[in-house]
């Protein structure tokens, strides 16, 4: 086949769902983005430059080895004027010729890649490797013009090829995955080279490099980067699992050995698909798209829940590794459209700009019921990427809407004096003294492609493909003379099928011929985002088969109502929480009159969550009452639908903590002697909430606490809730049982530990609080319990329901996580290896998450100072947590 016919040529069908932007609005707003643009650049460059990175709180240039260690994210630093050299191919589509000029002589004379440093082989390659490979693609393009950079003769190209050698000693591998970092002086042997240790690597780290590497070797006439780049490539894909032919996300490069066994879109994981389709454009190999291919049905079939990308997990893809996903996976879309699937494209862009409108980024991770679950913002492009793709493919004014909304929102939350600043927390709009030079490499290419006309373009970009940095590699390349040695490693199994191939591009006109179409598609997914939703009348044919399953007989461990969700379109998912989420989509039911049914189910259990909303008991507190705290320190509880009402109760339960053993409670209590008397501690899990109250009860306990196990887990993004019975009687429990999520159960533990008696007081609200902190501890039980148990949405076309799992919280897994879709495995078992699963991935994926900060050292009794400052450190803890939840409530309301 033709190299290079896989181009996309989507010529920007004309069905508009609204409005159009006159052309002055669009101007106005390309104009805009090349104002932006030169905020951040100029910045740079005063106040930066020759540092990597811009840090625009501080107006100062960011110096890996100045500053202090931010961990793995300093590994794209390698003193090589990242952010300039990231910059040079947006300078030149921005028009700004003079500027990449004197842009290209100030790398030329003032940049070194021979520094004695390790750095990130997956960021020096997109970032450095191709910023200097896409600025030579500019000058050549220039020079040939004739008026511009006429004094060229290769030395970008040949920075480049500096660069590549110094990356090839990572590539010597028994596998021929690279080694995650290099020295660049002295490579990865040898002492000197402080790395070379490692054994694992993500699996985009490894198969992100062949646009790159190819693209030097084409350059350059030499085939052994682009050698090495396909035998990489080569080796993950043999260790893709062949029955779900999906890959993971983390792999031993020594033994091919799967180190983490989740496989999604984003972070990890992300460009490695991205690179497949893209290396098939660029050089025209079939096998790429072969493939590409085989991974997006498995993407399609286990991964995708439109609007929703949900990771699983390579060997047993139809359960969920995570119920989170991460902001790297809004390029999607746009590679969806590169592929030609352009409705799931919609669906899910839509699904990331409802989030985006509601917390104004998107943040570094959100639930399936997009809550935040990490907060952090650095200013990433991915969603820009892929508005601008779907625009280019539809033609839809709505999506120029979309980019104007990323505009809005970087000028009003992000801009400061010095450039524009990360977010630190989305909710309370906290700036991080961050720039990343992908800001200026992605996010103002892809915005004013957006808005400007053919006619503002220097060149046409349909001769250029996009790698994940957004530089400029130019098509030609397909057909640039390269070295026939470079080894096939095709095997007999991977012998071409044209079943694999879609070897046209999709006309959207004849996709779309109805204007409303992509409108239709949207308007579910903002529902369900936005929690508020349109209410169709149900509709069902008199003696259509067996009546539908009604919301409030419905039971989660009953395999006949699972049975009769899945015919209707309805599945479940066990949220991290504890809750249950329904999802709806309308297109995977059985049958229309199944999918009606659908609906009034989903309809149904918004009412009865809503109700059942209304009835709940409101939150508890638990308050450190003894010695350094005096009530300063209020936690906030969820309660138990048995034992003591502690809101009948005027003086509340006051007791000296202990830790029960065992520490699950779920069998007769052993230190019984010490738990008599005292408050209990128990860790969630193995029981049910009623069994540990049980037995802490017989063993003399006059109250207990339940500590989450699930490590990160807090009411800050969280919602509480109610611990409930065991489906029998729980009128023989008389004591009060209250549920801390990890954080709040943290803070306890620690105080137990540094001051060995620690007592607290059970109750509906606080009491007795040290006046200097009364104010926090107020907010504390106001603010910080507000009760958000139940989020019900439900559309016609993509419905979700959220369920607080309190009537079966904490069911043993043959009881409550029963699998739908393997019939044929008995419940107990198919539950008892989801639980395992779940829980060793949570371990894994949740690594990247911030930890609380743990007060190690011994206390010396008496020590009235040290003492004083553990305790300033937990509440500046808490009230920062505190304020960020506050304000993300305020937001949301």
């Avoid at 879309?333 to 839509?350: C, F, N, Y």
């Avoid at 070295?483 to 694999?500: A, F, G, V």
């Avoid at 800050?716 to 209250?738: N, V």
């Avoid at 808490?878 to 309301?893: C, G, H, S, T």
Wanted: with cysteine.
């Amino acid at each position: 086949m033709p190299p290079a016919l896989f181009i996309l040529m989507l010529l920007g069908a004309l069905c508009s769902s609204g409005q159009a932007m006159s052309r002055e609005e669009k101007h106005k707003l390309r104009n805009q983005v090349v104002e932006m643009f030169d905020h951040a650049y100029q910045n740079y460059m005063d106040h930066a430059y020759p540092a990597d990175e811009l840090m625009p709180l501080t107006c100062r240039g960011r110096v890996r080895g100045l500053e202090p260690s931010r961990g793995d994210v300093d590994d794209a630093l390698g003193k090589f004027s990242l952010t300039l050299i990231d910059t040079l191919d947006t300078l030149v589509l921005l028009n700004k010729t003079t500027e990449f000029e004197a842009a290209v002589r100030r790398v030329l004379s003032d940049v070194r890649l021979d520094n004695d440093i390790v750095v990130s082989v997956f960021e020096t390659n997109i970032r450095v490797l191709g910023g200097l490979l896409g600025g030579h693609s500019m000058a050549v393009m220039l020079k040939e013009g004739g008026q511009h950079m006429q004094w060229y003769q290769d030395e970008l190209l040949h920075m480049a090829k500096d660069l590549g050698l110094r990356l090839l000693p990572a590539f010597n591998t028994s596998s021929g995955l690279p080694y995650p970092r290099v020295n660049l002086k002295y490579g990865v042997r040898g002492p000197e080279t402080r790395t070379g240790t490692e054994t694992d690597t993500c699996t985009a780290c490894a198969g992100t490099i062949i646009l790159e590497f190819a693209a030097l070797s084409r350059f350059t006439g030499d085939p052994v980067f682009e050698a090495h780049a396909r035998r990489a490539l080569d080796f993950l894909w043999e260790k893709r699992q062949r029955n779900s032919n999906l890959v993971g996300t983390t792999i031993n490069i020594h033994s091919g050995e799967w180190v983490r066994r989740d496989s999604g879109v984003g972070a990890g994981i992300d460009s490695y698909y991205e690179y497949l389709l893209k290396a098939y454009v660029l050089l025209g190999d079939d096998q790429f798209l072969q493939r590409f291919n085989i991974h997006y049905a498995s993407i399609m079939k286990y991964i995708s829940q439109p609007p929703l990308l949900l990771d699983v997990h390579i060997h047993k893809p139809l359960l969920p590794a995570r119920t989170w996903m991460d902001s790297l996976l809004a390029f999607f879309p746009g590679l969806q459209v590169l592929k030609g699937d352009i409705r799931p494209a919609i669906e899910t862009h839509e699904m990331l700009y409802q989030v985006t409108k509601k917390h104004n980024f998107l943040p570094e991770a959100f639930t399936t019921d997009f809550r935040v679950h990490w907060a952090q913002h650095p200013l990433r492009p991915e969603f820009a990427e892929s508005t601008y793709f779907l625009y280019k493919a539809t033609g839809d004014p709505y999506y120029l809407e979309a980019g104007r909304t990323i505009l809005d929102n970087l000028n009003r939350f992000a801009r400061v004096p010095c450039g524009f600043a990360a977010m630190k927390d989305v909710r309370t709009g906290s700036h991080e003294d961050r720039m990343d030079s992908f800001f200026l490499a992605e996010m103002f290419k892809y915005l004013f492609l957006l808005f400007a006309d053919t006619e503002d373009l220097p060149f046409d970009v349909e001769d250029y493909i996009f790698t994940t940095e957004a530089h400029l590699l130019p098509l030609s390349l397909s057909t640039a003379p390269h070295s026939s040695s470079i080894p096939s490693n095709r095997t007999s199994e991977e012998e071409l099928d044209d079943s694999n191939f879609d070897w046209t591009c999709p006309n959207t006109r004849l996709l779309f011929p109805d204007p409303a179409f992509p409108r239709n598609l949207r308007e579910p997914i903002r529902s369900a985002v936005d929690k508020s939703c349109p209410r169709p009348a149900p509709y069902r044919e008199p003696g259509m088969g067996r009546p539908p399953l009604r919301a409030q007989d419905f039971m989660a461990n009953n395999p006949e109502h699972l049975e009769l969700l899945r015919r209707m379109g309805v599945s479940l998912i066990h949220l991290k929480d504890g809750r249950v989420q329904l999802v709806q989509h309308a297109t995977q039911a059985v049958s229309a009159v199944a999918a009606e049914d659908g609906v009034r189910f989903m309809q149904e259990m918004m009412e009865l969550s809503s109700q059942q909303q209304k009835e709940q008991l409101p939150p508890r507190a638990i308050q450190i009452v003894s010695h350094p705290f005096f009530g300063r320190v209020v936690l906030t509880a969820g309660p138990a639908q048995f034992g003591t009402d502690l809101s009948k109760s005027s003086t509340g339960v006051r007791g000296f903590v202990t830790v029960a053993e065992p520490y699950s409670g779920c069998t007769e209590i052993t230190n019984a002697d010490y738990v008599q008397g005292h408050i209990a501690l128990l860790q969630r899990g193995q029981c049910m909430f009623a069994e540990k109250a049980r037995h802490i009860q017989k063993a003399g306990a006059i109250g207990g606490i339940v500590i989450d196990d699930n490590e990160g887990s807090s009411s800050d993004t969280a919602p509480l809730f109610q611990m409930a019975g065991d489906g029998r009687s729980t009128d023989d429990i008389t004591l009060p049982l209250l549920f801390l999520f990890h954080k709040e159960g943290n803070i306890l533990l620690e105080a137990l530990k540094e001051y060995r008696e620690v007592e607290v007081l059970l109750s509906d609200k606080a009491r007795d609080r040290g006046v200097d902190v009364q104010e926090a501890g107020e907010d504390c039980q106001t603010e910080a319990t507000t009760p958000a148990s139940f989020s019900p949405t439900s559309q016609s076309q993509m419905s979700t329901v959220e369920l607080d799992e309190s009537a079966p919280e904490e069911v043993p897994p043959s009881q409550e996580e029963v699998s739908p879709v393997e019939e044929d495995t008995s419940p107990a078992e198919e539950v008892s290896l989801l639980e395992e699963e779940a829980r060793t991935t949570e371990a894994e994926t949740d690594v990247a998450q911030p930890k609380e900060e743990k007060n190690s050292r011994e206390e010396p009794e008496g020590d009235t100072d040290s003492s004083n400052q553990s305790v300033d450190e937990l509440l500046a803890d808490w009230r920062e947590d505190l304020e960020a939840f506050q304000q993300m409530e305020k937001d949301e309301l």
